[in-house]
Nanobody, 125 residues
Framework: VQLQASGGGLVQPGGSLRLSCAAS????????TAWFRQGPGKEREIVGF????????YLTNSVRGRFTISRDSAKKTLFLQMNSLKPEDTAVYYC???????????????????WGQGTQVTVSS
């Protein structure tokens, strides 16, 4: 599986960004696809995930109500719509995919063998 993330950038507090992650080589029918982030001096943490084909989603508490995770099944693309951005959202955002992953393990970065290259999101005035 190859993953190509895009859409990061510099935005003011309260602004919005939309991240995309184009996937290829997803030959299995069942996948978990996720967004993680790693801020300066911090460990990589889950932002949210979505399961294929069922579509179950999860968002971590700190972004719930501000971020939305979605997918385009036909284009094998994962999205993260980020609204009301805060300085503490500043991080490198990574998309990840893993065949056969289930809901209970999809939030753990060690579940994933396939990672995109990361895209920087900076929230600053």
């Amino acid at each position: 599986v190859q993953l190509q993330a895009s859409g990061g950038g510099l935005v003011q507090p309260g602004g919005s960004l939309r991240l995309s992650c184009a996937a290829s080589g997803m030959t299995n029918n069942r996948y978990a696809t996720a967004w993680f982030r790693q801020g300066p001096g911090k460990e990589r943490e889950i932002v949210g995930f979505i399961l294929w084909p069922g579509g179950s989603t999860y968002l971590t508490n700190s972004v719930r109500g501000r971020f939305t995770i979605s997918r385009d099944s036909a284009k094998k693309t994962l999205f993260l719509q980020m609204n009301s951005l805060k300085p503490e959202d500043t991080a490198v955002y990574y998309c990840a995919a893993q065949a056969g992953a289930i809901y209970s393990s999809a939030g753990n970065p060690r579940t994933y063998d396939n990672w995109g290259q990361g895209t920087q999101v900076t929230v600053s005035s």
